[in-house]
């Protein structure tokens, strides 16, 4: 586990797509340790941002550092990501999908994996195609907390999981991440999530307006997240 105080850091970051800016000028830092909520409208720059923590954007300008460090292998290896669509192929079963993180991840944990599919009562044996759309979600998201990371991006992590089992998914990231590590939710269910968030951040065209924590801004607003977010972004 690294020893730096902020597992994440960008300064002046932005990224621009054709003739739109996604994100701009952000300068935000994520302490190691916390559960942090990312919320704001549809194409507000949640996802842009968490690509660019992966490596999977590059700047158009500023920086984000990873430890210390810009994305590449290094920070790769170090961060778990679950991506808001798909990434799996349909003819995998669970236990194919298990071995193959297992031989590309060194910090994959199989034991860990199976133990959260009994508890999900998700059948290892089972192909991916065969699979609802929230099963799916369910082993996706069994992959990406087995592995003992420094930062865990989750993309809308449970968007397409029904109402009844969004508290067990939550209680499954929650007790699931790596000691000391950041989990970064982004999400538009905020009243589901947060109840588990230390920290919250608001982003709007591209652009932090507010990082907090979500006690400071229950006790300085006297209102819930949910309802602040939905009094600052009502349209």
């Known amino acids: 586990m690294n020893e730096e105080r902020y597992v994440v850091e960008c300064r002046g970051l932005s990224k621009k797509y054709k003739n739109s800016m996604a994100l701009k000028q952000v300068d935000l830092k994520l302490e190691r340790g916390k559960i942090i909520g990312l919320v704001g409208p549809n194409g507000s720059g949640k ?42 192929s349909n003819w995998m079963t669970i236990t194919q999908m298990i071995d193959f993180y297992g031989d590309f991840y060194a910090d994959f944990h199989k034991e860990k994996a199976y133990a959260m599919l009994e508890s999900l009562g998700l059948n290892a044996k089972q192909k ?78 591209g652009e932090v307006i507010r990082h907090a924590e979500v006690e400071e801004i229950r006790e300085k607003y006297d209102r819930s997240v949910d309802a602040l977010f939905r009094e600052e972004f009502k349209c």
């Open 47 to 88: 996802t842009t941002l968490i690509k660019l923590l992966n490596g999977l954007l590059v700047p158009t300008a500023g920086e984000v550092l990873i430890n210390g460090t810009a994305p590449g292998p290094e920070t790769k290896a170090r961060v778990s990501y679950l991506p808001d669509n798909n990434y799996l």
């Open 128 to 205: 991916f195609k065969t699979m609802s759309k929230g099963m799916k979600e369910k082993v996706q998201l069994v992959l990406v907390m087995s592995r003992e990371a420094d930062l865990y991006c989750l993309d809308e992590p449970i968007a397409g999981v029904d109402p009844a089992a969004r508290d067990y998914i939550l209680r499954t990231i929650i007790s699931n991440y790596a000691e000391g590590a950041t989990v970064l939710i982004s999400t538009h269910l905020i009243a589901e999530v947060e109840k588990v968030l230390d920290e919250v951040v608001f982003i709007r065209g």
